[in-house]
C-alpha cells in the first residue's frame, strides 16, 4: 500500500509519571507511515482525494498539547486511534512517539515506542431462532454501524436453516458480516457478548435455542486457539449456514490454517 511519511514531527508537551513533566512539560518527536491508496490523488492531482498531511500535524500538535498521559505508551495509543477515526482514507499506521529528554540519570541518544494500528477486516456469523428473529438481528447490525470503532457493515441475505447440534428447536434465521474494526480481537468478542445479552440471550443449552448469536468467523491476522476466542471459527467448513451466506460476501477470502477459499470450503461441503 502507498504511505505518507512524516518524520519528527516537533511538539511540546506535558506528558509523564513525574508531576514535574506534566506541569513543565518537554518536548516530544512524532514519526508516522500512513498506509493509505494514492493513486486517485495521484491521477487526477486532488488533494480532496488524498489526506492532507498538513491537518494530520495540526492533530498530532493539538491532541497532544491538549490531553495528558503518564505513559508514553498511553499517548501513541490515543493518538493513533484519534489519527485513524480522523482520517477515513488512512488505513493503518506505523506511529512512533520520541521523549528526547526523559528523565533518564544516564546517557541515552532517544526513548521511544512505536505501535502499528489500522482498521481490520472482519466476517461474523449471525443468527437467531427465539422471538422476532429478524428484529433481534437488525437490532444488532444497527448497534455495529453505530459503533464509533467499526464501520463499513455489510450483511448478506439472511437465510432460513435447520439447527445444527442435534438440539431440537425451532428453525434458525441465519447471515454473515463483514465489517472492518479498530477494535482488537478480545474488545470486538466483549461488544458481541454485550449485543446477545443485551438481545436476551441465556447460554442454558450446548447449541440450544438463542435470540442472538453472533460469533467471529474471521479476523483480519489473527489466529487463535485460546478457549475463549477460537479464530477461525473451527467447525465453520462444516456449515452450510455459515458458508452460504459468508460465500456471498467474500467467496475468495482463504482460510489462514487450510488455504481454502470459502468458496472451496463450500463446494467441499
Not at 118 to 145: C, H, T
Not at 230 to 237: A, F, G, K, R, Y
Request: with cysteine.
Amino acid at each position: 500500500m502507498d504511505q505518507i511519511i512524516i518524520e519528527d514531527l516537533e511538539v511540546y508537551a506535558g506528558h509523564g509519571v513525574y508531576p514535574e513533566e506534566t506541569r513543565e512539560g518537554q518536548l516530544f518527536k512524532v514519526s508516522a507511515i500512513l498506509n493509505t491508496d494514492l493513486r486517485p490523488a495521484g491521477m487526477a492531482d486532488e488533494l480532496t482525494l488524498s489526506t492532507n498531511y498538513g491537518e494530520v500535524c495540526r492533530l498530532v500538535h493539538r491532541y497532544l498539547r491538549e490531553n495528558t498521559f503518564l505513559l508514553i505508551e498511553a499517548a501513541a495509543e490515543h493518538l493513533a486511534e484519534e489519527i485513524l477515526l480522523s482520517f477515513p482514507l488512512v488505513e493503518s499506521l506505523v506511529l512512533e512517539l520520541k521523549k528526547p529528554m526523559a528523565p533518564v540519570k544516564i546517557p541515552f541518544s532517544n526513548i521511544a515506542v512505536k505501535i502499528e494500528r489500522g482498521w481490520r477486516q472482519v466476517y461474523l456469523g449471525i443468527g437467531s431462532n427465539m422471538g422476532d428473529k429478524q428484529a433481534y438481528i437488525s437490532e444488532a447490525l444497527d448497534s455495529l454501524r453505530a459503533h464509533p470503532k467499526i464501520r463499513q457493515v455489510k450483511c448478506s441475505r439472511l437465510i432460513v436453516t435447520e439447527p445444527y447440534g442435534g438440539v431440537e428447536q425451532d428453525n434458525f434465521l441465519n447471515g454473515a458480516v463483514g465489517l472492518k474494526t479498530l477494535l482488537s480481537p478480545y474488545e470486538l468478542l466483549a461488544l458481541l457478548q454485550s449485543l446477545e445479552k443485551k438481545a436476551g440471550r441465556e447460554r442454558l443449552v450446548h447449541w440450544g435455542p438463542r435470540t442472538l448469536d453472533l460469533d467471529v468467523l474471521f479476523y483480519e491476522g489473527f489466529v487463535s486457539d485460546d478457549e475463549r476466542l477460537i479464530v477461525p471459527h473451527p467447525d465453520m467448513s462444516n456449515r452450510r449456514f455459515v458458508l452460504e451466506p459468508l460465500d456471498q460476501l467474500c467467496p475468495g477470502y482463504i482460510h489462514p490454517l487450510t488455504g481454502k477459499t470459502v468458496r472451496q470450503m463450500l463446494k467441499e461441503l
